[in-house]
């Protein structure tokens, strides 16, 4: 009979290393957070600057917000500022965010007063999929995680170089414009080390993201699958497809990544994925459970009949 219990707990291990759902995480607010560091926009005219949050309550859909502002150039009568981006970037995600049910509002955009910050995070019960942040004014942004590197959290990020002219002149409405570098460069900046600078005069999109993927390090590659997939909805300046290519850093054990553009043809996705706490896991995320499982029940199995043949014995020799 303890034999077969032994064996029916074994089989119950198993079953539910096997068959058992994660348990649901409900995140504290704050858990999930990414700051972007704002600049004086470089690109002359009016400019698009758009970003999509995802986030999850336990098992629940994915829930999205798109912000969307317009940036001035220098050029213009009244340019915005460093200060003057950062507040309309979090205006932008919070009103965005108010065409979301009250119960299901995840995520939360918030400026500082006076400073070129905004520091989006997530609420209580919410974690966050991705965020992406999409620049069309060549402004030069800083991201980071507030405490935490992006190894640490288990945060990928990816760099996509787009052609700007791709979203200011919609399908339809852009006979004639062509998608191409007008000379300058992109320079990336990790943590406080040396500024990496690709020049882009006469190179396409693609041979900018390949050259920079080098220079980065072996942290860095090229990759032709986006870290997710990008979303849309219909043509809109709120939204970009995927152009076939895209630099992504993953395993970055750094506090913060800096992003310049200086190329009026040029605009940057930053994308970042973070871990979801409550994604189903596999059989195979379970493996090393299973075969520590297999492993002890093994042993003690082992151990069991080695008790029961000495017991055997000494009843044996008494006899």
């Known amino acids: 009979m303890k034999k077969n219990n032994k064996l029916s707990s074994l089989a119950l291990i198993l079953a539910s290393a096997i068959t058992a759902p994660n348990s649901v995480f409900a995140l504290p607010a704050g858990q999930d957070q990414i700051r972007l560091q704002t600049s004086n926009p470089k690109k002359n005219d009016e400019s698009a600057f758009s970003y999509l949050v995802s986030w999850r309550k336990g098992s629940d859909v994915t829930h999205r917000a798109n ?36 119960h299901f509002r995840g995520a939360t955009a918030e400026n500082t007063k006076g400073k070129p910050e905004v520091l989006v995070s997530n609420k209580e019960g919410f974690d966050f999929t991705h965020v992406t942040f999409r620049d069309y004014s060549n402004q030069e942004l800083s991201y980071n995680l507030p405490g935490k590197s992006f190894s640490s959290a288990s945060v990928g990020v990816a760099i996509d170089l787009v052609y700007s002219a791709a979203v200011e002149n919609l399908e339809g409405f852009s006979a004639g414009v062509q998608e191409k570098t007008n000379g300058g460069y992109v320079r990336v900046t990790i943590d406080n080390g040396q500024p990496i600078e690709i020049k882009t005069d006469g190179k396409t999109q693609e041979e900018v993201e390949t050259e920079l993927a080098k220079a980065l390090g072996p942290k860095a590659s090229f990759s032709e699958r986006p870290i997710y997939p990008n979303y849309q909805e219909g043509p809109s300046r709120n939204y970009k497809p995927f152009d076939g290519g895209e630099i992504q850093l993953l395993g970055l054990d750094a506090q913060s990544i800096t992003v310049d553009i200086g ?13 979801d706490a409550n994604k189903p896991a596999d059989v195979a995320s379970k493996m090393p459970f299973i075969i520590g499982a297999l492993v002890a029940a093994g042993l003690g199995y082992f151990f069991y009949i080695s008790n029961i043949k000495n017991k055997g014995k000494e009843e044996e020799q008494e006899g």
């Not at 050029?75 to 065409?99: C, E, F, H, Q, W």
């Not at 190329?263 to 871990?275: E, I, M």
Request: aromatic share 8%; charged share 30%.
């Open 67 to 102: 912000g969307l502002t317009f940036i001035h150039g220098p050029d213009k009568k009244k340019p915005t500022t460093d200060v003057d981006a950062a507040r309309k970037i979090a205006k932008s995600l919070n009103d965005a965010m108010s065409y979301e049910s009250p």
């Open 263 to 275: 190329d009026s043809g040029l605009g940057v996705l930053a994308k970042f994925d973070f871990p």
